[in-house]
């Protein structure tokens, strides 16, 4: 601890052979090279000789924070009043300074059931539309490839949050925590080309029914699929490499999973090309929300005009607006969490608003088209029987 010392990685309840293994390796480096690393930090050094630390480690911990949490520990230590207790956890949360919450094991019990219950609803649907050749339509086909997007997005945010819940230190490596922010922000990006994909499907069946299948031909929906998943995996490529080249300078990300802005913040210098490439890859995607809204508007246009094309409108249309109006909904609770003054709201409502995308549509896909499509919710309950049926056979 302290500016100048140099700690190996040790935990505060270390038991008598964790102690004896740190002996050991100051005892083999002196042997070998005649070293004694005299820049450990004083409370390490006589916890190590003499059993117990003499030196006061608050000292220490004064010194290894920033100027400004110094203040904030130092008037908290003056008049625990004067300092607002959102902002006293909110930092010792940052250094680990918390003990276990009693809350972890019910946490992790919500989260695991969770989890399960996303892969399910979304294996089955995905499932069902191979099982059935009735669904072999490009809207199923599309709807299938928008529950798998939503598996790959969530693998990278659960196994180690359910792992963090287990664990008394919430540490993550560089390397993963790159490719956990590629994960989750790659299955957001292709989730709004496959919806793009999917509006596009909807104006074809409704506002140029005769020549549907002349133009979604078994050709094109692969072709539709291929740029839906290459564009966001390539274009987010280009991100992670202008990332890799910014150094490090910092090590504690103030989020439940690592992203692009929370790594950039860590950086030693400005990172101006990343922000403009990002600006470029949002201004792509609000172009393609606009694309979305042109759709249904001429969609609205052509059904209002009758009761049939209300009908049509309301089983294949209602459920694909509501997903995209919960993924919207809640990828500006992640905005939100980013870039608008995040920094005042209380640390458990930040964390609330930053995993809504990982929650809510990966939930809500699946059962909104499964109650909402008839033939979806007919093919289910088909196979459920024949697997019934089979069962008892």
């Known amino acids: 601890m302290g500016r100048d010392a140099k700690v190996p990685f040790i935990r ?25 690393p005299v820049q450990l930090a004083a409370p390490f050094l006589e916890e190590v000789l003499y059993g117990s630390a003499v030196s006061s480690c608050k000292d220490g911990f004064l010194q290894y924070v920033s100027d400004q949490e110094r203040q904030i520990l130092l008037r908290a230590l003056d008049d625990i009043d004067s300092v607002e207790m959102e902002t006293l956890l909110d930092l010792l949360d940052v250094h680990e300074c918390h ?25 089955t649907l995905i499932l069902t539309v191979i099982m059935e050749k009735s669904l072999h339509e490009p809207m199923y086909i599309f709807l299938s490839n928008l529950c798998v997007n939503s598996l790959y997005g969530t693998i990278g945010f659960y196994p180690k949050f359910l792992l963090d819940l287990q664990a008394d230190t919430h540490t993550i490596t560089y390397s993963w925590c790159i490719t956990q922010a590629y994960v989750i922000y790659t299955s957001v990006m292709c989730e709004i080309t496959l919806l793009t994909v999917m509006s596009y499907d909807r104006y074809v069946a409704i506002c140029r029914p005769l020549q549907y299948h002349s133009i979604l031909t078994p050709h094109a929906v692969l072709k539709l699929l291929v740029v839906a998943w290459a564009y966001p995996l390539l274009t987010s490529v280009a991100s992670v490499i202008l990332t890799l080249r910014i150094p490090i300078c910092g090590s504690h990300i103030r989020k439940l999973f690592c992203d ?9 210098s400005l990172a101006i090309a990343n922000q403009v490439w990002s600006m470029l890859l949002i201004t792509a995607y609000c172009i393609q929300f606009v694309l979305i809204l042109i759709s249904y508007a001429r969609i609205v246009q052509v059904c209002i005009s009758s009761s049939e094309g209300r009908t049509k409108f309301a089983k294949t249309c209602v459920p694909h607006i509501l997903v995209i109006a919960i993924f919207i909904m809640t990828t500006l609770f992640d905005v939100s969490y980013s870039w608008v003054g995040s920094e005042n709201l209380p640390i458990s409502v930040r964390n609330a608003l930053a995993i809504q995308f990982l929650i809510l549509p990966p939930l809500s896909n699946p059962i909104t088209y499964g109650l909402q499509l008839p033939q979806i919710r007919k093919a289910v309950f088909r196979q459920g029987c024949k697997h019934k049926m089979c069962h008892q056979r």
């Open 12 to 36: 505060h309840d270390f038991q008598i052979e964790e102690w004896k293994a740190v002996a050991r390796v100051l005892v083999l480096v002196w042997k070998r090279a005649g070293y004694f």
């Open 260 to 268: 692009n802005p929370s790594i950039l913040k860590l950086g030693c």
């Open 99 to 123: 003990q276990g919450s009693v809350y972890k094991p019910m946490c992790f019990l919500l989260a695991f059931v969770l989890y399960i219950l996303i892969i399910t609803v979304n294996l």
